[in-house]
């Protein structure tokens, strides 16, 4: 085992852990530990745009920004966040302009700005161009830009280090009001090199996660194999809490039958929906902005076409995005990617023939609480100093129940912009907390459980089994029938898992053991989720209950807070469920009262 | 543009059969795999396994299929999986591709299809390479915008045309598929490769860019541009489409035409 020792250390190379490292680079030494070659990290896979009003080609500003924000998340958006979010976007662009992201431009030389779903003028009159964008590689050009920039300001890289623990020490502490509690405090990671299979401990006066999402406890997403849960997995089992883990969003147009996303732009350059009768069937559900509405609004009508025997192909098990009104050389010059896509994947060409599309698992709007300066929360207000979270990984809350398109890829630029900045700051005046003793005992122990095992279950398969039961029954529409069911597999997955037999024994590369690694956290979150979901009685954004169908703001108002929490009593009592224990924390109400959400 | 565009009629009349469809037919294939595995054996051997695909399964489909249900040490690397990531790069029935985007149906199935690492960089383990020197190469040519004038309050203008300039180098995703195609790289492992000129190229015809004159200098060195011996290899290998020889032939245009 190696010890390494820096003042602030990055877990994840996404575009928020980059944009944070860029920062902290700068002011204090600073090491990224990611489980990928930064390139390959996930935000490349994003499409469409990032959001800022910049007024480049019709009016706007960043109140409706603010407000559109808000409204797309049912209203449990963290108000004051979603106005830094919304005025620093402005900046968070232009920073990445300066970086050298090469943007589309208008005939002025401008950055040129596209419609996307649920961005709208004067609140909620018409869609606006809000969607700065990049052909439909937004996503592509922003981990580029970021990566040459870490490149250019030197920032040190540890590759394929996956990070297995948070190492912390907990104090005893009295609040204000006199009660006493335990304060933790971070000390540092615990990795494990792929290469040589060595553990690594890294001594840190700051941490920030911004690991990335965990898409993969569905079957059906547009999420990278590697979007296990990492970062949330390791903070909730060193009892941070998870916030608002129900909330997972589908986006609407998946490859059928694959989950490879087709970007929102396509319907923000004017492409629509259609059933098997050839219908505009958006106009029904959204009359205003029809295939522009939010994503959870757009999953829940094309899920509700199919159910309802409209669905196309075979099966009828789909419906179409049809992009055959539009001009090829258009096509071209926005959507050159995602049309590619259609027809490698599918071998359906979009100028002529509509492409099949279905809802798939794609974005996590819960995550690790942090406070609007991303530092994170071990309860409802208490922070932890150093630790810091942003990005997917993060629920700092900008996106509510449902985010809008766009909105991660500047959430990842702002907060990641935050939390490098924050995370050097606090390191400047902060000591090193003295690591525990034995800092490797606990990941050892991790790993020698699917190391050692000689079971007889396989990883591939039990993974599997979780995948198919969330997408049967955790997906665009919930009961508590449903719910329960994935928790009864859920407790037999658990203790299949104890008998996993990993065939490869060796240390190099050991990626066999990694996935096994990896089938934990998402056994573990996919639990969270599902608790959570049960608990909301209620249907608001990406949670649909159909036992619920409306939202009940006296009951639910609240963001939900699940802490792992072995002595819970599974009394079947709302608040418990086996080793979870639910609690709430409120939404911060700036100037929006809530209303009728309806676009 | 879009923003003028009529509104689509409410409803259409749909072909028959649209969207494809019918019965997805299976077949059987034999997947060649190269393994090394230095823990083991210094010797690297090929590995044959037979397999039942579907018509829409790709590469990596076999190769995950292979690791999850016969033989789980069978080592390589991916995340996205369908093209944008560049990690699971590798040499397919001896050419490079990406295993996610190389649909098995579309190979000669009746003979075994073979896979191995990519060449020229040091193999890890099975098909895991060793992607540091690429990299190296790739952060030597300053892969990022200089600019020495103010920094504007606003964005920099661009023209569209200025922007277009540059565009199809913006698209690599350092997969490594054209460097380690080239047969320069693999003999001369002090070559930049296609990648990091492509990368060049990306920042030398950026109008926003003032440091075109220090790569150009760095890619004129005798391991830069003119080893290229424009086989092409590397432009049949991108993934992404990149003309890349014409990339390295721009910047050697550019070289001679400001007489460095």
Same mark, same amino acid.
């Given at each position: 085992?190696?010890?390494?020792?820096?003042?602030?250390?990055?877990?994840?190379?996404?575009?928020?852990?980059?944009?944070?490292?860029?920062?902290?680079?700068?002011?204090?030494?600073?090491?990224?530990?990611?489980?990928?070659?930064?390139?390959?990290?996930?935000?490349?896979?994003?499409?469409?745009?990032?959001?800022?009003?910049?007024?480049?080609?019709?009016?706007?500003?960043?109140?409706?920004?603010?407000?559109?924000?808000?409204?797309?998340?049912?209203?449990?958006?963290?108000?004051?966040?979603?106005?830094?979010?919304?005025?620093?976007?402005?900046?968070?662009?232009?920073?990445?302009?300066?970086?050298?992201?090469?943007?589309?431009?208008?005939?002025?030389?401008?950055?040129?700005?596209?419609?996307?779903?649920?961005?709208?003028?004067?609140?909620?009159?018409?869609?606006?161009?809000?969607?700065?964008?990049?052909?439909?590689?937004?996503?592509?050009?922003?981990?580029?830009?970021?990566?040459?920039?870490?490149?250019?300001?030197?920032?040190?890289?540890?590759?394929?280090?996956?990070?297995?623990?948070?190492?912390?020490?907990?104090?005893?502490?009295?609040?204000?009001?006199?009660?006493?509690?335990?304060?933790?405090?971070?000390?540092?990671?615990?990795?494990?090199?792929?290469?040589?299979?060595?553990?690594?401990?890294?001594?840190?006066?700051?941490?920030?996660?911004?690991?990335?999402?965990?898409?993969?406890?569905?079957?059906?997403?547009?999420?990278?194999?590697?979007?296990?849960?990492?970062?949330?997995?390791?903070?909730?089992?060193?009892?941070?809490?998870?916030?608002?883990?129900?909330?997972?969003?589908?986006?609407?147009?998946?490859?059928?039958?694959?989950?490879?996303?087709?970007?929102?732009?396509?319907?923000?350059?004017?492409?629509?929906?259609?059933?098997?009768?050839?219908?505009?069937?958006?106009?029904?559900?959204?009359?205003?902005?029809?295939?522009?509405?939010?994503?959870?609004?757009?999953?829940?009508?094309?899920?509700?076409?199919?159910?309802?025997?409209?669905?196309?192909?075979?099966?009828?098990?789909?419906?179409?995005?049809?992009?055959?009104?539009?001009?090829?050389?258009?096509?071209?010059?926005?959507?050159?990617?995602?049309?590619?896509?259609?027809?490698?994947?599918?071998?359906?060409?979009?100028?002529?023939?509509?492409?099949?599309?279905?809802?798939?698992?794609?974005?996590?709007?819960?995550?690790?609480?942090?406070?609007?300066?991303?530092?994170?929360?071990?309860?409802?207000?208490?922070?932890?100093?150093?630790?810091?979270?942003?990005?997917?990984?993060?629920?700092?809350?900008?996106?509510?129940?449902?985010?809008?398109?766009?909105?991660?890829?500047?959430?990842?630029?702002?907060?990641?912009?935050?939390?490098?900045?924050?995370?050097?700051?606090?390191?400047?005046?902060?000591?090193?907390?003295?690591?525990?003793?034995?800092?490797?005992?606990?990941?050892?122990?991790?790993?020698?459980?699917?190391?050692?095992?000689?079971?007889?279950?396989?990883?591939?398969?039990?993974?599997?089994?979780?995948?198919?039961?969330?997408?049967?029954?955790?997906?665009?529409?919930?009961?508590?029938?449903?719910?329960?069911?994935?928790?009864?597999?859920?407790?037999?997955?658990?203790?299949?898992?104890?008998?996993?037999?990993?065939?490869?024994?060796?240390?190099?590369?050991?990626?066999?053991?990694?996935?096994?690694?990896?089938?934990?956290?998402?056994?573990?979150?996919?639990?969270?989720?599902?608790?959570?979901?049960?608990?909301?009685?209620?249907?608001?954004?990406?949670?649909?209950?159909?036992?619920?169908?409306?939202?009940?703001?006296?009951?639910?108002?609240?963001?939900?807070?699940?802490?792992?929490?072995?002595?819970?009593?599974?009394?079947?009592?709302?608040?418990?469920?086996?080793?979870?224990?639910?609690?709430?924390?409120?939404?911060?109400?700036?100037?929006?009262?809530?209303?009728?959400?309806?676009? | 543009?879009?923003?003028?565009?009529?509104?689509?009629? #409410?409803?259409? +009349?749909?072909?028959?059969?649209?969207?494809?469809? *019918?019965?997805? $037919? &299976?077949?059987?294939?034999?997947?060649?795999?190269?393994?090394?595995?230095?823990?083991?054996?210094?010797?690297?051997?090929?590995?044959?396994?037979?397999?039942?695909?579907?018509?829409?399964?790709?590469?990596?489909?076999?190769?995950?299929?292979?690791?999850?249900?016969?033989?789980?040490?069978?080592?390589?690397?991916?995340?996205?999986?369908?093209?944008?990531?560049?990690?699971?790069?590798?040499?397919?029935?001896?050419?490079?591709?990406?295993?996610?985007?190389?649909?098995?149906?579309?190979?000669?199935?009746?003979?075994?299809?073979?896979?191995?690492?990519?060449?020229?960089?040091?193999?890890?383990?099975?098909?895991?390479?060793?992607?540091?020197?690429?990299?190296? #190469?790739?952060? +030597?040519?300053?892969?990022?915008?200089?600019?020495? *004038?103010?920094? $504007? &309050?606003?964005?920099?203008?661009?023209?569209?045309?200025?922007?277009?300039?540059?565009?199809?180098?913006?698209?690599?995703?350092?997969?490594?598929?054209?460097?380690?195609?080239?047969?320069?790289?693999?003999?001369?492992?002090?070559?930049?490769?296609?990648?990091?000129?492509?990368?060049?190229?990306?920042?030398?015809?950026?109008?926003?860019?003032?440091?075109?004159?220090?790569?150009?200098?760095?890619?004129?060195?005798?391991?830069?541009?003119?080893?290229?011996?424009?086989?092409?290899?590397?432009?049949?290998?991108?993934?992404?489409?990149?003309?890349?020889?014409?990339?390295?032939?721009?910047?050697?245009?550019?070289?001679?035409?400001?007489?460095?």
């Amino acid at each position: 085992m190696q010890v390494h020792k820096y003042d602030v250390v990055i877990v994840g190379a996404g575009g928020a852990g980059m944009r944070a490292a860029i920062e902290s680079g700068q002011r204090a030494r600073t090491a990224v530990l990611t489980k990928l070659y930064p390139t390959r990290s996930h935000t490349g896979a994003a499409q469409g745009g990032m959001c800022a009003a910049l007024a480049n080609v019709e009016e706007d500003n960043w109140e409706w920004h603010t407000f559109d924000t808000i409204k797309g998340g049912d209203y449990l958006v963290d108000q004051d966040a979603a106005e830094v979010m919304a005025k620093e976007a402005i900046d968070a662009v232009l920073d990445l302009e300066k970086m050298g992201l090469p943007f589309n431009r208008t005939p002025e030389g401008r950055i040129d700005q596209r419609r996307f779903g649920g961005h709208t003028r004067d609140h909620g009159k018409a869609p606006v161009r809000r969607a700065c964008y990049a052909a439909d590689r937004t996503g592509h050009m922003i981990l580029q830009t970021l990566y040459q920039n870490c490149v250019k300001h030197n920032v040190e890289f540890y590759n394929e280090y996956y990070v297995l623990d948070l190492l912390t020490v907990e104090e005893d502490a009295v609040r204000e009001d006199g009660t006493a509690y335990k304060q933790k405090r971070v000390a540092g990671v615990v990795s494990y090199d792929l290469a040589s299979g060595e553990l690594h401990v890294f001594q840190a006066k700051s941490v920030v996660f911004a690991s990335g999402g965990a898409g993969k406890v569905f079957k059906t997403t547009s999420n990278a194999h590697t979007l296990t849960g990492d970062g949330m997995g390791i903070a909730f089992r060193r009892g941070i809490p998870l916030e608002d883990m129900e909330f997972f969003q589908f986006h609407p147009t998946g490859l059928a039958g694959l989950g490879i996303l087709l970007s929102e732009a396509a319907r923000g350059e004017g492409a629509i929906l259609r059933n098997s009768e050839g219908e505009r069937f958006m106009e029904r559900y959204a009359p205003t902005i029809k295939d522009l509405a939010p994503r959870d609004i757009v999953a829940r009508s094309m899920a509700n076409e199919v159910r309802e025997g409209r669905g196309c192909g075979p099966n009828k098990d789909y419906v179409l995005l049809d992009l055959t009104h539009l001009e090829p050389a258009h096509i071209d010059a926005k959507l050159p990617d995602i049309t590619e896509f259609a027809r490698t994947y599918l071998g359906v060409e979009p100028y002529t023939e509509p492409v099949p599309v279905f809802p798939t698992a794609h974005y996590a709007m819960g995550g690790i609480p942090t406070n609007i300066n991303t530092e994170v929360l071990q309860d409802n207000d208490t922070v932890v100093p150093g630790l810091y979270a942003a990005g997917e990984v993060a629920c700092v809350s900008v996106h509510g129940s449902n985010r809008l398109g766009t909105n991660s890829l500047l959430d990842i630029n702002v907060f990641g912009k935050r939390a490098g900045i924050a995370a050097a700051e606090y390191a400047k005046t902060a000591g090193f907390v003295e690591l525990p003793e034995d800092p490797e005992a606990y990941t050892l122990e991790l790993l020698d459980i699917a190391r050692k095992g000689t079971g007889d279950e396989k990883v591939a398969v039990i993974r599997k089994e979780l995948q198919d039961t969330m997408d049967a029954n955790m997906q665009v529409f919930r009961t508590a029938e449903t719910l329960n069911q994935v928790l009864k597999d859920i407790a037999s997955f658990e203790e299949r898992y104890k008998r996993i037999n990993v065939q490869d024994k060796g240390k190099r590369f050991n990626l066999d053991l990694l996935e096994a690694v990896e089938l934990g956290f998402l056994l573990e979150l996919a639990k969270v989720m599902t608790v959570a979901a049960l608990h909301r009685e209620e249907s608001r954004g990406g949670h649909f209950r159909e036992d619920f169908p409306d939202r009940d703001d006296e009951k639910f108002m609240k963001h939900s807070m699940a802490y792992k929490d072995e002595h819970a009593p599974a009394d079947g009592s709302a608040e418990s469920i086996a080793g979870i224990r639910l609690a709430t924390k409120p939404v911060v109400f700036t100037r929006y009262e809530p209303m009728v959400r309806k676009y | 543009m879009s923003a003028e565009l009529a509104e689509p009629a #409410s409803k259409i +009349e749909l072909p028959a059969g649209v969207g494809g469809g *019918g019965e997805i $037919p &299976t077949f059987d294939i034999t997947l060649r795999v190269r393994r090394y595995n230095p823990e083991v054996s210094e010797e690297a051997r090929w590995d044959d396994f037979k397999l039942t695909m579907y018509g829409t399964d790709r590469v990596l489909d076999a190769l995950h299929k292979i690791k999850w249900e016969v033989d789980g040490s069978v080592s390589f690397r991916r995340s996205c999986a369908h093209g944008v990531c560049g990690s699971d790069a590798m040499r397919i029935n001896g050419r490079n591709r990406l295993a996610c985007k190389t649909l098995l149906k579309d190979l000669d199935t009746s003979k075994p299809i073979t896979v191995e690492p990519i060449k020229g960089l040091p193999v890890e383990k099975d098909l895991i390479v060793d992607m540091e020197p690429f990299f190296q #190469s790739f952060r +030597e040519v300053m892969p990022f915008l200089i600019n020495k *004038g103010h920094e $504007p &309050t606003k964005e920099r203008l661009q023209s569209a045309e200025d922007r277009e300039r540059f565009d199809d180098t913006t698209k690599c995703i350092l997969c490594a598929a054209c460097t380690s195609s080239c047969p320069v790289f693999w003999t001369d492992g002090q070559y930049f490769g296609p990648a990091a000129i492509v990368n060049a190229h990306r920042f030398i015809f950026d109008s926003r860019d003032d440091a075109g004159d220090m790569r150009l200098e760095i890619l004129n060195d005798k391991e830069g541009v003119w080893r290229c011996r424009t086989t092409f290899n590397c432009s049949e290998a991108c993934p992404r489409g990149i003309q890349v020889t014409q990339a390295i032939a721009e910047v050697k245009q550019a070289i001679l035409s400001r007489k460095i």
